[in-house]
């Protein structure tokens, strides 16, 4: 407790503003004197106006809490120190990983950028088609074709959704998925902009020799020629050949449950051996705005399976919900 006090002195020095509430959860039948105990250590070290305003000292005892303002208390806080945890010095240099730190990439071969291959455009086989996308012959599946130099006006998107799921897929790439309800559990970012297209969620394929990084998908990081988006009923499908290396990205979303799947092929037609690295990306809103919710969202990574928790405390009506991300 001293050293806490002490530190949040020296912040206040630096001119640096904290709120720092102390929890004093002692059931013993001495509670009353830790109490005494506690605001005469605060009286010794900072001026006793500082108590209980903006930027000072709140001393709370535990059993008047409740429970509503316990998550409050915890999901708003940047800092959450305890004395079950060592010293102060000891929590705030605790290592947040035991794992070793990703060793910086060494590029061992020069990338040569290839002119865009667009002999395939526009195509020939669909019905109905607008030039940019059409209707297969069964009518099962609305391919669109686009490059670098040849987009859609707007994005024209599939949603795939069951009663309590879904997500929303344009000719670009994933965009962005709620659970529930769609605008007050937005799982990842709904960004209305229909120029640039936007979106919180994207995978990236790495050239482990030479650096060289692309999407599956025509956003966020458009890879050489052109990019087929099949969307079909329940699934959507994006195809791409870049420099013989040929990929295929299903997602869709189960039928029965709260779960979207990414299924990423990758085939090598290049004629020699490649090594690369796949990695998924998303930004985590679990909630209406993800600049009002960024702050309170908590992630936890399972050691033994690799899988990402996420939970929003803060989100009065989803507060027990778990979103879980997992590279299969």
Do not use: C
């Not at 344009?170 to 979106?199: C, I, K, M, Q």
């Not at 449950?257 to 930004?283: D, I, M, Q, W």
């Amino acid at each position: 407790m001293r050293q806490v006090v002490q530190a949040h002195a020296y912040w206040r020095l630096k001119g640096l503003a904290v709120d720092l509430v102390i929890w004093n959860e002692d059931h013993a039948g001495y509670r009353q004197q830790l109490q005494e105990q506690i605001m005469r250590l605060i009286a010794a070290d900072i001026e006793t106006n500082n108590v209980d305003r903006p930027g000072g000292i709140f001393v709370r005892q535990g059993d008047q809490i409740s429970n509503e303002d316990r998550i409050l208390i915890q999901t708003v806080a940047r800092v959450i120190i305890s004395d079950k945890r060592g010293t102060l010095e000891a929590q705030v240099n605790h290592p947040s990983t035991e794992e070793p730190l990703v060793q910086r990439f060494k590029r061992i071969r020069t990338y040569h950028a290839r002119s865009q291959d667009e002999s395939n455009l526009p195509r020939k086989d669909l019905i109905f088609f607008n030039g940019y996308g059409g209707f297969t012959h069964d009518g099962h599946e609305y391919i669109i074709t686009t490059s670098g130099k040849k987009v859609t006006p707007a994005p024209w998107v599939n949603v795939l959704a069951n009663p309590s799921f879904g997500t929303i897929v344009s000719e670009n790439g994933p965009n962005y998925t709620w659970s529930e309800n769609a605008h007050e559990f937005r799982l990842t970012p709904w960004n209305n902009d229909p120029v640039s297209d936007s979106s919180g969620e994207a995978f990236y394929i790495r050239d482990e020799e030479t650096g060289r990084f692309w999407s599956p998908t025509p956003l966020p990081s458009r890879g050489v020629g052109s990019y087929d988006s099949r969307h079909g009923f329940g699934y959507s499908v994006f195809e791409h050949n870049e420099e013989g290396i040929i990929s295929e990205l299903w997602i869709y979303v189960a039928m029965d449950a709260s779960v979207k799947f990414s299924v990423l092929k990758v085939r090598n037609n290049s004629g020699k051996p490649r090594k690369l690295s796949v990695t998924g990306y998303v930004e985590l809103v679990l909630g209406g705005l993800r600049q009002k919710s960024l702050m309170h969202v908590i992630t936890e990574i399972d050691s033994s399976s690799g899988v990402i928790y996420v939970r929003n405390s803060y989100n009065s009506e989803f507060s027990d919900r778990i979103v879980f991300f997992q590279n299969g």
